[in-house]
């Protein structure tokens, strides 16, 4: 019996047809290829159409030049009372009374606290009883030197009228007597002295366990309760330096500090016009009272002290303020100032070794490089490359670049 052979040509692998499954990945691969491409040429003609980021723009403002108006500084700083004090005892002690609280109006001497002071009452009332003693002694001493006076003055008599009733050994000690009297009414009215100076050193102490207010002004702020230890100076615990801290609302000015590269343009009862942190939309007349002498090497600024002309009752000690420095009237003779462009330090940017603005034109950003001073209350001085009244980005925009599209936001 014959076995049959099988037949293995099928299973033969013909390499020269391509496979369908290759085919199929191959178009797919063509079509998420095809689609992405699409979906970025989509998305970048939709920002360059309609997609513009949006820039915060700010207009540069031509100062100076003129008569009057902005001399372009400007500088930041605080509502400052030119008169305050923070009011201390004199002596330690527990602190019985406080009749006065923030907001509180007081005079020139009027009592605003009081010590526990039944000690030194006592020492006062201790010291009186010593005087009144040392005057008593007094005027016991003065009668025995009075009688012993007369006594001597006697002897002298008796030995004028007859020599052998009284010697001169007895004559001589009886004004020994007297000028001992004399003695004691003296030693007795230095310690008469003494006792009303010890009288007046109670009466003090008894005098500083009242606080007394040291100018006419408006208390700020209480520092102690009653109760509380005060002190002089404070020694930890719960011991407290200050009762109250008051000050003199009508001599409120603005201390500001001024970039030193435009301290020459500020000299003493020059005009300012003060804007406070609260009060955005109102500003106030002032005028520079003082230019310390002196610079703050770390932060390159000088501090200027600039009354405020315009008392009003919203400014108050420690607000934030604005002031910005006011051009006074040329002199009639010389060429007049050339006229300055001020733009927010925001808006200057550099780049490498070049200080650069970035302008906004129909859309688009175009660079200007600039000469920009140091800034100055948040402002600069741009002192060539600008003209005045140019659109400027200052903010929005991470990465500017030139002919970049945006949306103007001011």
Known sequence: MTTPVPDLSRLTINRDAPGGGVWRAFRTTVAIAAGAALLVFAGVWALR?????VARVTQATLVGGGASGSSGVVANGYVVA????????????????????????VTEGQVIARLDNADYTASVA??????ASERATLVEAQADRDELVREARRAHDVRTQNPQLLSQQDAELADSKAAQG??????????????????????ANLDNT??????????????AEVGEVVAPSVGGGLTRGAVVTMADLATLEVEVDVNEAYIAQIRG?????????????T???????????TADRQKATVQVKVSILDHDARILPEMGARVEFLA?????????????VSVPADAVHTEGSETVVWLVRDGRLERRAVDAGPTSGGVREVRSGLAGGETLLVGGVEHPVAGMRVTVKP
């Not at 008169?83 to 509180?104: D, F, I, M, N, W």
């Not at 003060?274 to 009060?279: K, M, P, R």
């Not at 500003?283 to 002498?293: D, I, K, Q």
């Open 328 to 340: 006074s009237a040329r002199p009639a003779a010389g060429p007049a100032p050339r006229p300055r």
């Open 283 to 293: 500003s106030f007349r002032g005028a520079v009272r003082l230019v310390v002498p």
């Open 82 to 105: 030119r008169t305050q004090a923070s009011v201390s005892a004199k002596l330690p002690g527990r602190l019985a009374y406080l009749g006065v609280s923030e907001g509180s109006h």
């Open 210 to 223: 009242l606080i007394h207010a040291p100018f006419t002004g408006t208390v700020l702020r209480k520092d």
């Open 49 to 53: 159409r309609g997609g513009a980021p």
């Open 269 to 281: 009862g020059q005009p300012a016009r003060i804007t406070l942190d609260a009060y955005p939309d």
């Open 126 to 131: 201790q010291a009186e009883a010593a005087l």
């Open 182 to 203: 004399e003695a004691r009414v003296q030693a007795q009215t230095a310690r008469i002295q003494v006792a009303e100076a010890a009288l007046q050193v109670a009466r």
